[in-house]
């Protein structure tokens, strides 16, 4: 099969009527990793929740089309199918489900009708891969996110990662809450995925999630838009010295300034 991509063409969201992503590009191919850096509230939250069709974020133009298909078009748990993985910043907790479950249903459903896995080989995949992510195995019996710290939660999405085994992944904050140890363990599971068929997007604060998971590309994005674009020197450029820079180089007054004016 070819390589997978992702292309988001000046892609415009509103949330409540007020526009948050402003015009936004971006092309992801299967191989290449990506990280988004970019001030708090500058929309890439917003970006990864709209690409994955959540309700409250309405697309006002633009588009999204993976592997030449129309994303915006198709329902959310055919973007699922589709090959598209949001880790979220805030995992939900669904109470009732067990961690288990849940992850065989969405991985029967990734697979599809008449592929689905067999119990055995399930139990098998998930107890390889929650070794592999040094997870305790009481934790496949819980409760969705239910009572999971911080660390656990995004240690548990790094989990289904592993298992729904997607062609496009968007890691929102995945480093953040993380232990120094736990921040490798996730780095380890991101990087197993690495290959080919794999395509993310990680969005991060931190250089430090970056020294342990070598980026393609870095993007960094303001006021809904990508402002700038280029290798891992500039994550370090951004820890080292922050965004006023990039706001002076561009000419771009602060958010609240413009909402004055
Ligand atoms: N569901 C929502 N309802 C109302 N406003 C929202 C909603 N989601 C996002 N916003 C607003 O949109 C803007 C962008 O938010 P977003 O979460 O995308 O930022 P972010 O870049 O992910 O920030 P952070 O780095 O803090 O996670 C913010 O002003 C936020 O308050
Ligand atoms: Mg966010």
Avoid at 64 to 93: H, I, K, N
Avoid at 229 to 236: F, H, K, R, S, V
Wanted: with cysteine; proline share 3%.
């Amino acid at each position: 099969m070819s390589q997978s991509k992702l292309v988001i063409n000046d892609l415009h969201v509103a949330i409540d009527e007020k526009e948050i992503i402003k015009g936004l590009n971006l092309e992801i191919k299967g191989g290449e990793i990506h990280a988004i850096m970019g001030p708090n509230g500058t929309g890439k939250s917003t970006l990864s929740s709209a690409i994955m069709g959540h309700p409250k974020y309405e697309i006002t133009s633009g588009s999204v089309t993976l592997d030449e298909e129309d994303v915006l078009e198709m329902e959310v748990d055919e973007r699922a199918r589709a090959g598209l993985f949001l880790a979220m910043q805030y995992p939900s907790e669904i109470s009732g489900v067990t961690n288990a479950d849940f992850l065989r249903s969405a991985l029967n459903s990734r697979l599809g009708e008449g592929n689905e896995i067999s119990l055995m080989k399930f139990i098998r995949k998930m107890d390889s891969n929650m070794e592999f992510l040094e997870m305790d195995p009481d934790m496949a019996q819980r409760y969705l996110n239910e009572g999971f710290s911080g660390g656990e939660k995004k240690r548990n999405e790094i989990l289904q990662l592993m298992m729904l085994e997607p062609k496009i992944a968007i890691l929102d904050e995945i480093d953040s809450g993380l232990d120094i140890d736990a921040l490798k363990v996730v780095s380890k599971g991101i990087n197993k995925m690495r290959g080919e068929d794999f395509g993310c997007l990680i969005i991060t604060h931190y250089q430090r999630l970056l020294d342990y998971i070598t980026p393609d590309v870095v993007h960094v994005m303001m006021q809904g838009r990508i402002v700038k674009t280029g290798g891992p020197e500039l994550a370090q450029r951004l820890e080292a010295e922050g965004y006023d820079w990039i706001k002076k180089e561009l000419g771009i007054e602060d958010e609240t300034v413009e909402q004055e004016a």
